[in-house]
T-cell receptor, first 110, second 115 residues
């Protein structure tokens, strides 16, 4: 399947900071998705993007679908302790198969 | 909405034993997916069902793995015989329509340990 490169692999954040992570691909996608996984749970969909250039917000989260259709970023503003977890990007080209990034582990610095 | 329900949440078994993981998708969802998550390989799609029919099983590791969906509200993933390298978290996910228009909804997973 298509390879997604997600970065950074991990990050420590201070409460109140803004956070950014991104995904790139060598192939184009028709849909970009961002998921969050809490310990012991399955990934939960945060934001779905369907058009190149689309910028979508969900509360303190903002994500964009890159113009080239090969990248996407996720921003978290004013981070809080419950933002801790693993964030996954996922891209879809055909009608059902998702390719997942390796994840960005977010930890809040005490 | 109860979400996607998986059982058991944890399973510890001895090498060589048969393991059966169960999944109840969200009512009305017609697509069901089994994923495996490991530190080394991340999230891997094992098999995809649409309207209870297996469409893509190219991710199933080998003949020891089999999956069934006898009806729209139930699916199983069976490993026989199990091996230590099968240890992972197995997720079931469901979706409405063929795709991500409504997004995949994942279950809480089954953590399998084969000793």
């Amino acid at each position: 399947g298509q390879q997604l490169n997600q970065s950074p692999q991990s990050m420590f954040i201070q409460e109140g900071e803004d956070v950014s992570m991104n995904c790139t691909s060598s192939s184009i996608f028709n849909t970009w998705l961002w998921y969050k996984q809490d310990p012991g749970e399955g990934p939960v969909l945060l934001i779905a993007l369907y058009k190149a250039g689309e910028l979508t917000s969900n509360g303190r989260l903002t994500a964009q679908f890159g113009i080239t259709r090969k990248d996407s970023f996720l921003n978290i503003s004013a981070s809080i302790p419950s933002d801790v977890g693993i964030y996954f990007c996922a891209g879809q080209f055909n009608d059902y198969k998702l390719s997942f990034g390796a994840g960005t582990t977010v930890t809040v610095r005490a | 909405d109860a979400g996607v329900i998986q059982s058991p949440r944890h399973e510890v078994t001895e090498m060589g034993q048969e393991v059966t993981l169960r999944c109840k998708p969200i009512s009305g969802h017609n697509s069901l997916f089994w994923y495996r998550q490991t530190m080394m390989r991340g999230l891997e799609l094992l098999i995809y069902f649409n309207n209870n029919v297996p469409i893509d099983d190219s991710g199933m590791p080998e003949d020891r793995f089999s999956a069934k969906m006898p009806n729209a509200s139930f699916s199983t993933l069976k490993i026989q015989p199990s091996e230590p390298r099968d240890s992972a978290v197995y997720f079931c996910a469901s979706s409405r329509i063929r795709g991500v228009i409504s997004g995949y909804t994942f279950g809480s997973g089954t953590r399998l340990t084969v000793v």
